[in-house]
């Protein structure tokens, strides 16, 4: 569903984020991508829904080629693309309903959607997501109102009302302790597994790689060195990775 | 700069006779540039503003350019800190002189100006004495034909304050007596002959006891009988706003109207240009960075110009007035408000954008989502902030003719009412703390 070719992005001032980097994902595949922080992952998942300008290759979501898709047609991509942040990103000053519904602005026309007007069924749809991520009771307070671990469920509530087929999760538990992280891994595990949504997220930890991906790849200074699953990664593996100096931490 | 150590301190010396020169020779670029320009340059200023004898310190600086050359050439530096204290003093005295700073020598006219706006400031004219006005009239008489040759008594209520005239006949240019009682104690009086052309023919007070003796000319020369009214303020219990403060307080309000609707007209232009003039919003397309550089040029300029200059300019095109003084604040508001609403839309967070963005939004919506949430608490504070300004700007606008405070007080100054224009003065200072104190309360609340 996700096939990338010779993705390379140098950046304006001449740092290389990403070489050459030609990747295939299935539908319904939950993939990690880990590396070194600097080793261009955050660009990897920005190319793909061109947050972040790719330099040369080729990127397609299903029969779409996403690279040289013209500005509307590039937001009918981006519909079908849910993003996931490690800061969760949401507008602090506004409620959390307010948050959750602007994962529909994709779909709705621009001027109704200026007064903050949204359709019936999308308001449904928010709190049935809201709902879904445990915070429905939140709704009218103000997002910056709630801990970490709350803001990165309403995160996730965004990226649902897109009723998207792939999600983009950038280090989606960073920013968070290992109980809450687990909370939202859950989360993202449910989507991929009950909704059949693929997921490419990065991770920092590869003990979490393992306790949710199928999948594993490996970028080094812009390069993927390492594709496959798990439990091939051993420590000759690990090393490469994360160069030869780094220690193996569990995250429990 | 490399520094060639076979350089002569002869030839330094000598070339830096003409400043600068001798520096050059040591490529000692920009203190030779400096120097061979400015030594002129600052020649001809005392030159042109005739202060000659100042010239003479300014040899010091041009032999202290001459030692620092020799120094270059020589391998080391001179410390500039005496030139430029030489200059900074050459410069002081020759300013103190164009200036004409000196202790004035007081005229007594001038002393009784300064005197009277002193006391107008400690006694503002704010308040008076509730008055009630007693009046009393008596008659005479102008002989002549179709004049009566009898005067009938004045009817009047018992208990009520009396008035005469002696003597009851007179020509133009006679001498009258008026004799009162009954009135209330000490206080002002105006004698008014009554007529189509009312005119006050004498200003007194009454005595301890009541009663008035004033004299005064007669005016009139057609034969008849005339008026005489006795206008008494007697002060009663219990104090009213002066008619300084009835006149001046709507002017006041004027001027806080004035600076809203400035604040105002410049809110509503600046507010959606301030989004072109955000470097985070434009930096997409060449396009866009140019729109962003024109949008921030003009901000610049607008804000430049002092909105003085843009009340004199509105008031010869609109004409002396309010909306004079309205367009000057709206005109520097665009720019001054325009500044500072794209900073702030600078400074806002980045990763809302993105989440935004990556919903599939279009830009507008991106704007409305993203970026009006995070920036509208400093927008509110900015304007605020501006309206304050305004204010103070407003009363100043005002003495150029731009209406409001600012005119009625340049009214009172030059028809000498000093006590008047202290009572303005007081006003404004009044408003511009309560106005100062009010936005920074509120700013604080808000941000």
Redesign the interface.
Known sequence: MLRIENLTKVYPDGTVALVDVSLEVPRGQFVAVIGLSGAGKSTFLRCINRLVEPTSGRIWLGDVEVTGAEPAELRLIRRRVGMIFQQFNLVKRCSVMTNVLSGRLGYLPTLPSLLYRFRPEDIADAKANLERVGLLEKARQRADTLSGGQQQRVGIARALMQKPELILADEPVASLDPATAHVVLDELERMNKQDGMTILCNLHFLSLARRYADRVIGLKAGRLVFDGTPEEIDDARFKEIYGEEAIRVEVA | MSRDKTRSAVIAGVLAVVPGLGHFYCSEWQRGIVLMLGLPAQAAILYGVGLIWLALPLVLVWIWNICDAVCLASGGKCSAALAVLLLLAINLAAAWQVTQVHIPKLEPEQRNVIRQILVGLAKPDVAERRTREQTAVAKYLVPGIGAPSVLTPVKREPGEPVLKVSPVKAQKGDRLTVIGSGFARNAPTKLVLLGADEVVVAETKTDSSGRLNVSFRNPRYIPGVYFVQARVSAPVRGWQLSETLKEAAPRMVETIYLALIGTALSLVVALPLSFLGARNLMSGTPVLRAVYALVRTIFTVLRSVEVLIFAVIAVAAVGIGPFAGVLALAIHGIGALGKLYSEAIESI?H??I?????????E??VV???VV??V??QFIAFTLYRWDINVRMATVIGLVGGGGIGYQLIQYMNLLQWRQAATAIWLIAGVVMIMDYASAVIRERIG
Do not use: D, K, L
């Not at chain 2, 993105?354 to 279009?362: D, K, L, V």
């Open positions: 967070e990763g809302p993105e989440a935004i963005r990556s919903t599939g939004a279009n507008i919506q409305a989502y993203a949430p995070q509208v608490p």
